[in-house]
Nanobody, 114 residues
Framework: QVQFVESGGGLVQPGGSLRLSCVVSGSIFSIYNMGWYRQAPGKQRELVARITVGRSTDYADSVKGRFTISRDNAKKTLYLQMNSLKPEDTAVYYC????????WGQGTQVTVSS
């Protein structure tokens, strides 16, 4: 059974940076295309960044140029570097495969506020 453990969230001022991590267990991480998702209060969960097995990346327009997704297959870990954070980035962030087809972890809260 695949499990995701997200970490690295916190409270940051607008313009600040955070680096999220997601450790994946119970699967052969290196064969999956992976994604970072977020869910803001009252909104649906959305895919914000995706990385393929071959390390090609895609981003939602709202985060393009500010967020960078990466992966370390040896550590079975997915990362999301978030720069120039905005209040509208406030959400709980989750990782999953690119289809969101696995069970969800607890997520990590990111709050952008002055």
């Amino acid at each position: 059974q695949v499990q995701f453990v997200e970490s690295g969230g916190g409270l940051v001022q607008p313009g600040g940076s955070l680096r999220l991590s997601c450790v994946v267990s119970g699967s052969i991480f290196s064969i999956y295309n992976m994604g970072w998702y977020r869910q803001a209060p009252g909104k649906q969960r959305e895919l914000v960044a995706r990385i393929t097995v071959g390390r090609s990346t895609d981003y939602a327009d709202s985060v393009k140029g500010r967020f960078t997704i990466s992966r370390d297959n040896a550590k079975k870990t997915l990362y999301l570097q978030m720069n120039s954070l905005k209040p509208e980035d406030t959400a709980v962030y989750y990782c999953n495969d690119e289809l969101g087809s696995r069970g969800w972890g607890q997520g990590t809260q990111v709050t952008v506020s002055s």
